[in-house]
Every structure is written in C-alpha cells, then in structure tokens.
Nanobody, 120 residues
Framework: VQLQASGGGLVQPGGSLRLSCAASGSIFSYNYMGWYRQAPGMQRELVALFYSTGLTKYADSVKGRFTVSKDNANSIVYLQMNTLRPEDTAVYYC???????????????WGQGTLVTVSS
C-alpha cells in the first residue's frame, strides 16, 4: 500500500489550498484516512481524519477552516484548507489505518509529505 500526497504550495494568508492523498495497492478496508502536519521544530500533530463511519475529527486550530472528505470509489482523501494562516505552514502528511486484505489486521501507513507555506 502506498499513499501519494499532492497539492501543497505557497499561498498568501487568507487563501485556500486543497491537498489530495491517493491510496494505491491492495486495500481491503480502512478505519480512517486523513492528515497530520509538522512545522519546523515542532512535533507532528493531527490535522483531520475521515473515519469509515463517515465521522470526522479535526484539530481545534483548524475547525471551521479545513474540511476533510473522501472519494470512496478512488480511495482518495482530500483536505480543503480555507482562510489559511501563517501558522498553518508545515509539511502535511497523509495518514491511514487500513487493512490490505481479508483477515489481515489493519495498521498505520504514512505518505510522503507535501509542503504548505502560508506567507505574503
């Protein structure tokens, strides 16, 4: 299983970006897919998760500004980021907990990071 993230870039404060993460390979089921981020000198932190139940979870700092969604047909998870702030600058990592096959326990997978820079 591989997670391929894309969509990062440079944006001005108040702007928007949409990140995408495509899961490929053998995927039987998933518990959640979503995003973490890591700013320079900081620990990696949760941003948003989309659960297989349809529920979502957000960090308090992004509630009301970011929206996580999932395209089930194509195993893609999105992160729509609006009203971006300089403090949102970080490397964003795609993360998933999924099972690659029937009877195989799920485990965590990480994609490569995509850099988001919010600056004027």
């Amino acid at each position: 299983v591989q997670l391929q993230a894309s969509g990062g870039g440079l944006v001005q404060p108040g702007g928007s970006l949409r990140l995408s993460c495509a899961a490929s390979g053998s995927i039987f089921s998933y518990n959640y897919m979503g995003w973490y981020r890591q700013a320079p000198g900081m620990q990696r932190e949760l941003v948003a998760l989309f659960y297989s139940t349809g529920l979502t979870k957000y960090a308090d700092s992004v509630k009301g500004r970011f929206t996580v969604s999932k395209d089930n047909a194509n195993s893609i998870v999105y992160l729509q980021m609006n009203t971006l702030r300089p403090e949102d600058t970080a490397v964003y990592y795609c993360h998933a907990d999924l099972s690659p096959g029937r009877g195989i326990h799920s485990r965590a997978y990480w994609g490569q990071g995509t850099l988001v820079t919010v600056s004027s």
